[in-house]
Protein backbone atom coordinates (compact mmCIF):
# COMPACT_ATOMS: atom_id res chain seq x y z
CA UNK A 1 0.00 0.00 0.00
CA UNK A 2 1.16 3.50 -0.82
CA UNK A 3 -0.07 6.41 0.92
CA UNK A 4 -0.05 10.43 0.25
CA UNK A 5 -0.28 12.81 3.34
CA UNK A 6 -1.27 16.21 2.83
CA UNK A 7 -0.48 18.86 4.94
CA UNK A 8 -0.21 23.05 5.29
CA UNK A 9 -3.33 24.39 4.39
CA UNK A 10 -5.63 26.43 6.21
CA UNK A 11 -6.97 30.03 5.90
CA UNK A 12 -5.38 32.76 4.78
CA UNK A 13 -6.35 36.62 3.11
CA UNK A 14 -5.70 37.61 -0.41
CA UNK A 15 -2.27 38.04 -1.31
CA UNK A 16 -0.94 35.83 1.59
CA UNK A 17 1.25 32.82 1.12
CA UNK A 18 1.05 29.07 2.00
CA UNK A 19 2.97 26.05 1.53
CA UNK A 20 1.48 22.56 0.55
CA UNK A 21 3.36 19.74 1.72
CA UNK A 22 2.93 16.11 0.82
CA UNK A 23 4.11 13.38 1.98
CA UNK A 24 4.32 9.57 0.53
CA UNK A 25 4.66 6.44 2.52
CA UNK A 26 4.67 2.95 2.01
CA UNK A 27 6.84 0.39 -0.05
CA UNK A 28 7.94 2.41 -2.35
CA UNK A 29 10.59 1.61 -5.23
CA UNK A 30 10.25 4.91 -7.72
CA UNK A 31 7.71 7.87 -8.37
CA UNK A 32 7.87 9.39 -11.71
CA UNK A 33 5.42 12.27 -11.46
CA UNK A 34 3.85 14.01 -8.91
CA UNK A 35 1.33 16.49 -9.08
CA UNK A 36 -1.07 19.07 -7.05
CA UNK A 37 -5.09 18.52 -7.84
CA UNK A 38 -7.59 21.45 -6.12
CA UNK A 39 -11.61 21.05 -6.50
CA UNK A 40 -13.46 24.53 -5.73
CA UNK A 41 -16.63 24.30 -4.07
CA UNK A 42 -19.37 22.95 -6.59
CA UNK A 43 -17.09 22.48 -9.22
CA UNK A 44 -14.87 19.69 -10.88
CA UNK A 45 -11.11 19.13 -9.83
CA UNK A 46 -8.45 20.38 -11.85
CA UNK A 47 -5.22 20.00 -12.45
CA UNK A 48 -2.89 22.49 -10.69
CA UNK A 49 0.69 21.61 -11.23
CA UNK A 50 3.08 18.55 -11.97
CA UNK A 51 6.64 17.61 -11.59
CA UNK A 52 8.87 14.62 -12.69
CA UNK A 53 11.70 13.24 -10.84
CA UNK A 54 14.17 15.35 -12.80
CA UNK A 55 12.72 18.61 -11.60
CA UNK A 56 10.93 19.83 -14.69
CA UNK A 57 7.09 21.20 -13.78
CA UNK A 58 4.42 21.98 -15.60
CA UNK A 59 1.13 24.69 -14.13
CA UNK A 60 -2.48 25.45 -15.25
CA UNK A 61 -2.28 29.13 -16.55
CA UNK A 62 -4.40 30.29 -13.45
CA UNK A 63 -1.54 29.38 -11.41
CA UNK A 64 1.66 30.26 -13.32
CA UNK A 65 3.97 33.02 -11.56
CA UNK A 66 2.13 32.42 -8.53
CA UNK A 67 2.55 28.62 -7.36
CA UNK A 68 5.84 26.88 -7.18
CA UNK A 69 5.79 22.89 -7.23
CA UNK A 70 8.89 21.53 -6.06
CA UNK A 71 10.01 17.68 -4.55
CA UNK A 72 12.30 16.23 -2.27
CA UNK A 73 13.02 12.66 -3.95
CA UNK A 74 14.89 11.51 -0.82
CA UNK A 75 12.00 11.92 1.10
CA UNK A 76 9.10 11.06 -1.81
CA UNK A 77 7.64 14.55 -0.66
CA UNK A 78 6.02 17.25 -2.91
CA UNK A 79 5.32 20.69 -1.77
CA UNK A 80 3.50 23.58 -3.41
CA UNK A 81 4.35 26.98 -2.76
CA UNK A 82 1.44 29.54 -2.64
CA UNK A 83 1.83 33.26 -2.80
CA UNK A 84 -0.21 36.25 -4.15
CA UNK A 85 -3.28 33.80 -3.39
CA UNK A 86 -6.92 35.07 -4.70
CA UNK A 87 -9.94 34.02 -3.37
CA UNK A 88 -10.80 32.04 -6.75
CA UNK A 89 -7.81 30.14 -5.06
CA UNK A 90 -9.82 28.66 -2.81
CA UNK A 91 -10.63 24.63 -2.75
CA UNK A 92 -9.34 20.82 -1.61
CA UNK A 93 -5.80 20.89 -2.72
CA UNK A 94 -5.02 16.98 -2.90
CA UNK A 95 -2.04 15.83 -3.89
CA UNK A 96 -1.74 12.66 -6.48
CA UNK A 97 0.87 10.15 -7.78
CA UNK A 98 -0.64 8.41 -10.92
CA UNK A 99 2.43 5.76 -11.31
CA UNK A 100 3.93 4.48 -8.01
CA UNK A 101 6.43 2.16 -8.52
CA UNK A 102 6.37 -0.26 -5.66
CA UNK A 103 9.24 -2.32 -4.23
CA UNK A 104 6.99 -5.43 -5.38
CA UNK A 105 7.02 -3.76 -8.73
CA UNK A 106 3.62 -3.19 -8.72
CA UNK A 107 2.38 -0.07 -10.43
CA UNK A 108 -0.04 1.55 -8.35
CA UNK A 109 -2.29 5.52 -8.59
CA UNK A 110 -2.29 7.45 -5.53
CA UNK A 111 -4.28 10.55 -4.03
CA UNK A 112 -4.11 12.01 -0.72
CA UNK A 113 -6.98 12.88 1.30
CA UNK A 114 -7.24 16.63 0.52
CA UNK A 115 -6.32 19.56 2.19
CA UNK A 116 -8.76 22.98 2.56
CA UNK A 117 -7.00 26.08 1.43
CA UNK A 118 -9.46 29.41 2.44
CA UNK A 119 -8.66 32.74 0.84
CA UNK A 120 -10.81 35.42 1.98
CA UNK A 121 -10.91 38.56 3.66
Known amino acids: QVQLVESGGGFVQPGGSLRLSCAAS????????MGWYRQPPGKQRELVAT???????NYTDSVKGRFTISRDNAKNTVYLQMNSLKPEDTAVYYC???????????????WGQGTLVTVSS
Open 26 to 33: GAIFSIAT
Open 51 to 57: IIKGGSA
Open 96 to 110: HAPAVITSGLRVLAA
